[in-house]
């Protein structure tokens, strides 16, 4: 037994437990390359099991479809499905959200839980089951075209659908996409789930449409066509909404929603944004920020958090040739004020530094209740090699900790990738990605088997205060000594409108249960 998990037997019943999980094709035969494996969201239930939603090619090396996986607090594997439209599949990686909800009128008003997953390039959201994964009702959404994954928040208990009772709430969703589609989805029945949404967040009209506002920057003279939202996160503000008591678009409270995304271009500002808390999706401020490069360089946007004072931005930077990157974090107040903008940076040119082969991405990102923020992302120690990368940024915007994940040896060609965080009950940090293994599988794939086509789902839990380091397995937890710097631009985000009108869409229904199928893949964990 590790001194780690000594330590977590002294601790009692109140204490996690820390582990890694590689998550695999399992018994199936045939060419395994075919079959490799990107985790890209992760929700928690009040237990802490966990949630994950990712993607698997199946039969052809490029086919993707979107699988979604429960595990317990120690990793085992409790349910799989996996969504596809045919043997050749077309669903990507997909985004998840546990939510608790009651319905006086089903159930007799108990206390029922529901899993909202969507999927990414086809954009189909619906509800399943939160034990087995099965489709609930008869009905999904299909809102827009190619968003990107784990785009969508919601309150852990959904929406209140009606005055009469304070026990009737919904499960849904805040979304964002492509193009600068924002808006909302219900699943308004509890009998069929039909997945009623609407184009207006926070009142009544137009509830047959998909919820669809179009913000979108003001850049260079006009309201740029290519807005790419890819963080979306919200706090409620306790005011009650408007509506009526037999509106089914009723909501509780009045949510302000912040935003992160990206313009399209040869250099590309990142664009973050407040919306809400006055009953209706307007912009209340916007920024952009040029890259921390000169040059054609570009900002690409990832996940955002926020709390009730302040919003926390995740992003990554590249110069014009995109052979360097370092991961960025920003810090705004509710009024849009900056407290801080900084990157985590791999350069000689620091004082501190890993690899000095200046390549860092950040993805992720997670806050608690001190103003803290916890990323994770990955960094390249050389052309072929990257670890993963997981740190504490403290309030002031100073490092906390921060360590590296990757395999020990036989790691030419090893590639840790981290794309999402989530804190759970016991303050643990739970991540997902992916991870390449430096090895040939077998048999190979005649055509494209290579090493870089191995890969499997990746489930980390760890502590939240860096603890833990050593080596588990095939694989090492270690400190790192990457430098945090201010962004070049920091203190010089620019004000930017966002809006552009609205483009409401039809809803197209999905019938996901035509889709789904049973996965028998496994996981492999190892305690740390």
Known sequence: MSMQQMLIAMA??????????????GSQSGSYEKNHYEFTAISNDPDDNIYIAGQRSYNQQYYQNTIFAKLDVDGALQAQKMYRTNTSGSYGSGGIL?????????????????????????????????????????????????EYTSTMCGPPTGFKWSKSSSNNTCPSIYRTGRNGYVGTIRFQSDNDRDGTPSNNSYSSNNATYVGSYRQRAYYNGSY???????????????????????????????????MNGTISGNLSPLVIGKFGG??????????????????????????CKCDSSYGYYCFRTLDSSWAKSCGGIAKFDHD???????????????????FNYEYIELWGIDIDDSGNSYVVGYAKATSTRAVGVI??????????????????????????KFNFVRKNSKDSLVIVGYNREDAYPSPQYSTNGSAPNYDHGIVLKVASDGSGTGTYGNYTYATSSFAIINHTNAGNWQNCSIGGGYNYQNPSRGYMENYEHTATDTISTTSM
Not at 18 to 25: A, D, E, H, Q, V
């Open 12 to 25: 009692g019943a109140g204490a996690d437990s820390f582990w890694y999980g590689l998550y695999s094709w």
């Open 98 to 146: 546990y939510q608790r909800y009651a319905n006086s009128n089903n159930n007799s008003g108990a206390t029922q839980a529901s899993v909202i997953a969507n999927t990414a390039g086809s954009d189909v959201y619906w509800t399943m089951n939160a034990n087995t994964f099965e489709p609930q009702g008869q009905d999904s959404i299909k809102v827009y075209t190619k």
């Open 224 to 258: 740029t066509s290519s807005q790419y939202w890819r963080g979306i996160d919200y706090i409620d503000d306790g005011v009650m909404a408007g509506g009526s008591a037999s509106d089914p678009d009723y909501h509780n409270v009045q949510p302000r929603i912040i």
């Open 278 to 303: 006055s009953g209706n999706m307007g912009c209340t401020w916007g920024k952009t920020l040029n890259p921390h490069y000169s040059g054609n360089s570009a900002n690409w946007a990832n996940q």
């Open 336 to 354: 849009g004020n900056e407290q801080w903008t900084k990157v985590l940076i791999d350069s000689s040119s620091q004082s501190s530094h890993e």
């Open 391 to 416: 740190a504490k940024i403290n309030a002031n915007g100073t490092i906390g900790w921060q360590n590296i994940f990757y395999k020990t040896s036989s790691n030419t060609n090893a590639f840790t």
